[in-house]
Each structure stands twice: as structure tokens, then as C-alpha cells.
């Protein structure tokens, strides 16, 4: 099994920034892609990002393209996501997961293994 465990979600005003971590634990595995969604309230979940093994394939929701990045240091089995000049709409509980098929992909259901969430809020 794995298991992910995120952190540093919280509140922070319009314009701000939060850099979410989410580190990996477990089975060892060779190779894997990390990808972040999100759900709001009363939405589904939503792709955010997504990242190869290797960090040179990177994917990002139109929402967030050139104001979020994904990066992952395989050395410390930690993925985070910088989040730059934030918004209220992306106020969310915001989710990381993992996938042992190293290739990236926007769908949720590829993923094999979750992480249990952060909530991040932005004020207006």
C-alpha cells in the first residue's frame, strides 16, 4: 500500500500564495506519475496538475496554467504545488494522487492511490 499525506493548505487572501506538499510513504515502486485535484463544495472533483516520473511532462488545468506549478523531488517521494496569485474560485479541498503508470493523465480514475485532502481557502 501506499499512502500520501498532504499539508500546507490553510487561508490566505486574494493575490496570495500557499505551496502544498504531499509526500508519498509505503511500498517502494519504480516509477510513478503525481497528479493534484480539487473539489469545491457541491462540485465534482477537478483536475488541477499533473507530472511525470521524471518532471519533463507536466499538465496543467486551464484555470491554473501560468499561476500553479507542479514539482517533484523523487528523492524525498514528494510532489508539491507552488500556487501563485490565487483566487476565491479555488477555494477547495485540494487532493493529491498518485499513479503507478508513470504517464500523466487528467482523469481521476487513473489514479490508484489518494491522499485524504487539504483545504485551502481564499479570501476575497
Known amino acids: 500500500q501506499v499512502q500520501l499525506v498532504e499539508s500546507g493548505g490553510g487561508l490566505v487572501q486574494a493575490g496570495g500564495s500557499l505551496r502544498l506538499s504531499c509526500a508519498a510513504s509505503g511500498r517502494t515502486f519504480s516509477s510513478y506519475a503525481m497528479g493534484w485535484f480539487r473539489q469545491a463544495p457541491g462540485k465534482e472533483r477537478e483536475f488541477v496538475a499533473t507530472?511525470?516520473?521524471?518532471?519533463?511532462?507536466?499538465d496543467y488545468a486551464d484555470s491554473v496554467q501560468g499561476r500553479f506549478t507542479i514539482s517533484k523531488d523523487n528523492a524525498k517521494r514528494t510532489v508539491y504545488l507552488q500556487m501563485n496569485s490565487l483566487k476565491p474560485e479555488d477555494t477547495a479541498v485540494y487532493y493529491c494522487a498518485l499513479r503507478l503508470n508513470g504517464i500523466t493523465t487528467r482523469s481521476p480514475y487513473q489514479y490508484d492511490f489518494w491522499g485524504q485532502g487539504t483545504q485551502v481557502t481564499v479570501s476575497s
Open positions: 507530472s511525470s516520473w521524471s518532471g519533463r511532462t507536466t
